[in-house]
Each structure stands twice: as C-alpha cells, then as structure tokens.
C-alpha cells in the first residue's frame, strides 16, 4: 500500500530542496499562465477539446474500427494488446523476428506504464531512452517523477555526476549547455545506429489512420527515420475524429505542459516509406473498465500535458515519487486507485480539494471533484486505516448528535487550552506536524452569536 503522507514526510525532511522543487514546478505553471494569456479564446478552446474528447470516448468503438481501417490501408500494421503483458509480448515478438537487441525509445508513458524497458532488458534486449529527461532517469535507474519533465527531481550537480559516470563528460561540470551536447552526441550513436524504434502516441487521426508525435527534441523523428521498424505504443483513449479537430489540441497542449506555442517537432506519421515496416499497438490496459464504470470516464480525456501535477500544491511539496505511481499528481491521484483501490486508496487524500488541478486542465477534467468522491469510494471499499476508521467513526457519532457537540465543543475546546503542549503536539498527532493550534478564545461562538442577536 502506498504510503503518500509518510513519503511526502520523508520528501520534506530536506527543507532546501523541497523549496527549490516546489518554486522550480511553480515557474513552470507560471509559464504556461502566461501563453494561456496571450490566447483570448482559451476557455472557448478548453469546452472545444473538452466536447471532442467526450464525442470521441462516447463513440470509441466506432472510431477504434474506423482509425484500424484506414491505418491498415495505409500500410501500418495493427495490433491489439487488452494488457501491459500482451503489449510487451508484442513488442518482444516483432523484436526477437529480425533479431534486434537494441531499440531506441521516445518519451512514453504507456510504455512506462507496461513496464517494457525492465520486461525486454530482462529478456536480452537493450532499451535506450532518448528524451534528455528520461536518459537522465535511465541513468539513474530510477523511474520518471513526471510526466513531461521526467527528471525535474535532480539537480545540475547531480546529473553532471551521472553523465561523468556514465557518458565521460569532464569531471565536475554543471553547466547545462555542455552537459546537454554530451547527451547529444552520446544519443545521436544509439539513434542512427537503430534498428527499430518505439514511441507513445499524442494523437491517433480516425479519419486518417495517422498518428502525430508531439516532441521537443527531435529525437523521435530522427529514431523512426533511421529505423527500418517502427513501433507506435497508443493508449485507445488517444484517438481524435480527425485533422479538422487536430488544431485544437495542438493549441493547448504545448502551452499547458511547458508554456510553449507549440512543441518544436509535430510529426504526422501517415505511412511506412518504401522498405520500412511501421506497427501500430493499441492498448487498453484498464481504459475500457474506467470507461464502461460510467462514473469517471471522463479521466481518459487526458491528454498528458502535466499542468495538473505542475499547479499541485501537493505535489510541488512532495514530489513525484510520493505516488508510488506511473503517473503522480492529481491525474495520477485519479487513475491509482481505478485500477487499484486497496493499494492507491491514500491517494485521493494527497490533494488540499483546492480546484487549481481542475482550472487548468486543458481538457477541463473535474479533477477535484473526481478526487473527493474517490474519498467516499475508499471509505466504501473498506481501504481506511483502522485509526481513520476509527477517527471518521468518532466525528460521525460527534457531529450527528447536537448536544454531544455542544458539550465537547465547550469543555473540549477550553481543556485543550490548559493541555501542555505535548499533548498536543507528538508524533501520533500528523495533524499538529505543520500546524499550529489556533489560539482558543475565551467566549465560545455559541455564546458571543447568541449576545450580538440579543444585541441586534
Ligand atoms: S488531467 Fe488535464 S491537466 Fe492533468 S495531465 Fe491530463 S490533460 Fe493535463
């Protein structure tokens, strides 16, 4: 069971760094406020993306069967994969046929959320990740702590060292120009050398049987023109009717993930040119069951652009792998628990309700409100600790019963004034961690309301 609350804890113990990862996301949510500024319609554009994704996942059979029959026409070849295990065995096939063991891999979280790079490494096959971000987790060997900018955790010194470890650079260089051209050359020797290469979906066009590949770096473009194989890893939820629609989300996507106009590469994929085999794999890995439950289908109008992580106020103050999840932030709070409540029920509660995760999504997702009921869905499914049982259970008797609210409210509220503070404050008490208890004041509210009426 994941532990959120004593995650964040541990997050936090380092005051500095805490700061710095919550001013440094705060930036970027400051960047996309500003180029959501400079667009006058943006609201008009949310309902617009909001009613096409909704269109879209009511009618997604019909354009699942659509996009397969023009991407088939088109040369690609389709498969379906219900699972992760299945996504990944596909994967290993097509690999293992042409006897191919290294791959180059543009940013994915469908692939992150299969777990393919630990599933192929494991069976021979090297996997080398070729965003900046995710080489530097790769590095590492750690998983990404966010969705778009999957290394925002570590500090310049701290991938100097990784890439003097593992890259040769010069020993004790922060500088992030000369640190990003290492990568650079390292990456372009994986990249031109490739044999096969795979990458998430931004966007599968039915009336096209295209896919489009939104990236910054190039790096997915370069992997599949090198490549004689190319694979394309697509959650279902990510198809759109068509280009008509395409422009929409290319207005909002960029802007709410980094504060950009647009990312620097947007590459139509159509058809494999002559003598190269192009693989499409649509997964459904749990969608369908969030879809057919009908209560909150609506998550899968996510089109992954992380605002919602980067406005958390949860998540700034404790980070992405507080979630134990692929996907952290009040999108990932949401999708947890859908697919498993008795291991992500804590995270619902790692959210202060305050709705910025909702104002920015771009494809307006309630999320708060999807959080909170998430709450009652936890209570439901038996998934509380025994101590918040038994806390919720105490509060339901209190409050329900006017009397016994009124004499615990007056005694308890004026024993707590004399109780020495360690009472109070000690480690069984998470809610004295961070807070201080507001002064008691002499007159209760009771009172003083009954007095000011009197008063008129
Ligand atoms: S839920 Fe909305 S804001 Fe969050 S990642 Fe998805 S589209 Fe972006």
């Not at 500090?155 to 640190?179: T, V």
């Not at 109008?301 to 692929?326: E, L, Q």
């Not at 308890?412 to 004034?417: C, D, E, I, V, Y």
Request: proline share 4%.
């Amino acid at each position: 069971m994941i532990d959120h609350a004593g995650n964040a804890a541990a997050f936090n113990r380092d005051k500095s760094f805490a700061e710095w990862h919550n001013e440094t996301l705060w930036h970027v949510r400051h960047k996309r406020d500003m180029a959501r500024n400079g667009v006058v319609d943006w609201e008009l554009l949310r309902e617009k993306a909001s009613a096409i994704k909704e269109h879209t996942l009511a009618n997604l059979h019909d354009y699942l069967l659509e996009f397969e029959k023009n991407a088939l026409r088109n040369g690609w070849v389709i498969h379906w994969a219900s699972g992760s295990d299945l996504h990944n065995r596909i994967i290993l096939d097509i690999l293992s046929e042409e006897n191919i063991n290294e791959v180059v891999k543009s940013k994915s979280m469908l692939t992150e959320e299969c777990g393919l790079n630990v599933f192929l490494e494991k069976r021979g096959i090297r996997i080398i990740d070729t965003d900046l971000g995710e080489r530097i987790v790769q590095l590492a060997e750690t998983p990404p702590s966010h969705i778009v900018l999957p290394a925002i955790h570590m500090k310049k010194k701290e991938i100097g060292e990784l890439f003097h470890k593992h890259l040769h650079s010069a020993p004790g260089s922060e500088d992030p120009e000369y640190l990003t051209r290492v990568a650079r050359e390292n990456l372009r020797i994986h990249l031109k050398n490739a044999k096969a290469a795979i990458s998430g979906v931004n966007f599968g066009l039915a009336d096209s049987g295209a896919i489009v590949v939104c990236t910054n770096e190039g790096n997915a473009d370069m992997g599949i023109h090198h490549a004689d194989i190319y694979i394309a890893s697509m959650g279902i939820e990510k198809l759109i009717p068509g280009k008509t629609e395409l422009p929409v989300f290319l207005e909002l996507l960029a802007r709410s993930a980094t504060g950009q106009p647009i990312t620097a590469y947007t590459s139509h994929l159509i058809k494999p040119p002559p003598g190269k085999t192009y693989h499409i794999i649509l997964v459904d890995n749990g969608r369908a069951d969030i879809l057919s439950g009908n209560k909150y289908g609506e998550v899968l109008k996510c089109i992954r652009c992380g605002a919602c992580i980067n406005t958390c106020p949860v998540y700034r103050r404790s980070g992405g792998y507080s979630y134990g999840f692929t996907i952290p932030g009040p999108i990932g709070s949401v999708l947890a628990p859908l697919k498993n409540m008795k291991k992500y029920h804590a995270l619902p509660f790692a959210s202060t309700l305050c709705g910025s995760c909702s104002d920015v999504c771009p494809v307006k997702i309630d999320l708060h409100e999807i959080l909170f009921k998430l709450r009652y869905d936890a209570v439901d499914a038996g998934s509380l600790s025994m101590a918040k049982r038994l806390m919720l259970f105490i509060l339901d008797q209190v409050l329900y019963r006017k009397s016994l609210y009124s004499i615990l409210g007056f005694f308890g509220t004026r024993l707590l004034k004399y109780l020495p503070s360690f009472m109070v404050y000690h480690r069984f008490n998470g809610w004295g961690k961070s807070r201080d208890f507001p002064g008691i004041p002499d007159q209760s509210f009771k009172k003083w309301y009954k007095e000011e009426i009197k008063r008129g």
